[in-house]
């Protein structure tokens, strides 16, 4: 039976996903170009950079998206060992490269990669293959549940070691999801939320600057020339842009007001120079995708297919979730980028790639239903 490339592409992910990024080109220019400037950089430092990154995410973006996903079950066990290996790496002198005292990663010529990020993706494709084959005996804590998790438990912990507290939770919090989704019972969930919620506020707690990065987020004003300085700039430039924003280009808080704008923040960016309009655009596409990703797993015959999709889709939300409540002071500032629009090559490829994947579960959900319909019209 042959299948047309249109007829057999989820259009509506795969080109809400282009959108997202095409626009978060546009917007890391605005956000970046004074930044780069008056760190020695040209105008066009950033975005030539994040411009790179899309191409080059673009090329391999059309093949891993009509690679079958069904194949990643062979490599799930090679890429949990090369994640673990590459976080290791970023301590290595002369190859990890360390940033305001976090070592997160690696330098390679003149490429700078986050392990961390690539990880993200890895240990979803590594749980649900686990996960998949363990559904005979998934009710069974020890036999089915928890050895994945020692796995994570190895991931997390080197993650928390670079320091990086914001990546290590939204891998617990997808690895919970998954474990939802893979079947385990109510009080494995129950238990090992407890578990992971008393590591957070141990982790969140024991050192200071992570506790005033709490305490800040509740009361920015008190701490404005502090801690709170970066939350109180976001909430100048949120209001700036009001309903339809200052207009493309005219942010004054990306003047060296809000620090590195184009990274983390720049969704107040976004506010400031497009308003309630731009944030609504982000918003819708985010919605597209979180839809079309959760519609995607839940059509997949595929317990592994199923599995991935969900993951993938969480990681994606996850870090929305984190990042627009870093920028609007209802959660604290964790270093989440936000997926597709945030300045960072590690960042926008993950991403990408893994709607790529996601794209490909798609595609065999449309087979198989264009099949048991032109089956039914033949037995008609």
Not at 9 to 18: A, E, S, Y
Not at 249 to 255: A, F, H, M, P, T
Not at 289 to 302: E, L, N, P
Request: charged share 10%; aromatic share 14%.
């Amino acid at each position: 039976m042959k299948y047309s490339f249109t007829r057999d592409n989820d259009w509506l992910l795969i080109i809400t996903t282009l959108l997202l990024c095409i626009f978060g080109l546009v917007m890391v220019y605005s956000a970046s170009y004074v930044w780069a400037f008056d760190h020695g950089n040209s105008f066009s430092h950033f975005f030539l950079r994040q411009l790179m990154w899309f191409v080059l995410t673009l090329l391999i973006f059309f093949v891993v998206m009509h690679f079958p996903y069904k194949y990643y079950r062979k490599f799930s066990v090679a890429i949990i060992f090369v994640s673990i290996i590459a976080l290791l790496l970023v301590h290595v002198p002369g190859l990890g490269a360390e940033v305001y005292g976090a070592k997160r990663w690696i330098r390679i010529g003149p490429l700078t990669i986050q392990p961390s990020e690539f990880v993200k993706v890895g240990i979803i494709i590594y749980l649900a293959h686990v996960y998949s084959k363990k559904q005979s005996y998934i009710n069974d804590f020890v036999k089915g549940v928890m050895p994945p998790l020692v796995i994570v438990g190895i991931v997390f912990s080197l993650i928390m070691l670079q320091p990086d507290l914001g990546t290590a939770t939204s891998i617990l919090l997808v690895t919970g999801l998954l474990v939802f989704f893979s079947g385990a019972k109510m009080r494995h969930l129950i238990g090992l939320g407890t578990v992971g919620g008393t590591i957070f506020i141990i982790l969140a707690t024991s050192q200071e600057y992570r506790l005033q990065r709490l305490t800040s987020f509740l009361d920015p004003f008190a701490y404005a020339s502090e801690t709170g300085y970066q939350l109180v700039q976001s909430y100048i430039a949120i209001a700036h842009g009001g309903l339809t924003g200052a207009g493309l280009g005219q942010s004054i808080q990306k003047l060296l007001y809000l620090p590195e704008p184009h990274t983390d923040f720049i969704l107040a960016i976004i506010a400031e120079e497009l308003g309630i309009f731009g944030v609504g655009f982000v918003f819708l596409c985010f919605s597209i995708i979180f839809f079309r990703g959760v519609m995607i797993g839940t059509r997949c015959k595929s317990v592994f297919g199923s599995l991935l999709a969900f993951g993938i889709v969480f990681q994606v939300g996850v870090q929305v979730i984190f990042n627009v409540g870093a920028v609007t002071g209802l959660l604290p500032i964790t270093g989440i980028p936000l997926p597709f629009l945030s300045y960072g090559g590690s960042s926008l490829m993950v991403s990408l790639l893994s709607i790529a994947i996601l794209a490909n579960i798609s595609k065999y959900n449309i087979r198989q239903r264009h099949a048991a319909n032109e089956e039914q019209t033949v037995s008609a």
